[in-house]
């Protein structure tokens, strides 16, 4: 079966840093791209970060930028996120996701985390 687990979630204060990990299983992890979305409550899903199956192809929404790195270990079937300068506006649900192609996860189709709750604190 196809899965995607996410840990790393928890509580933090605003300027703090969060890990989160998601561990794949089911597919072939190197041939697809990985990446991470968020929802807070009564908001739509966005889009956090992605990264592609090849060097370079790296993407993150404007408002993280410089303050979130996605990377994976193929070797290990692992994505990561790095959190760091966390602010209220960072508050949600986290999903792993991965799709064959950047676009084809970022559309929704392809293979989703159970999601992994991150909340920001003042």
């Known amino acids: 079966q196809v899965q995607l687990v996410e840990s790393g979630g928890g509580s933090v204060q605003a300027g703090g840093s969060l890990s989160l990990s998601c561990a794949a299983s089911g597919f072939t992890f190197s041939s697809y791209a990985t990446g991470w979305f968020r929802r807070a409550p009564g908001k739509e899903r966005e889009f956090v970060a992605a990264i592609g199956t090849s060097a370079g192809m790296e993407y993150y929404v404007d408002s993280v930028k410089g303050r979130f790195t996605i990377s994976r270990d193929n070797a290990k079937n692992m994505v990561y996120l790095q959190m760091h300068s966390l602010n209220s506006e960072d508050t949600a649900v986290y999903y792993c996701?991965?799709?064959?192609?950047?676009?084809?996860?970022?559309?929704?189709?392809?293979?989703w985390g159970q999601g992994t709750q991150v909340t920001v604190s003042s």
């Open positions: 996701a991965a799709g064959v192609t950047i676009g084809t996860m970022t559309s929704g189709r392809g293979y």
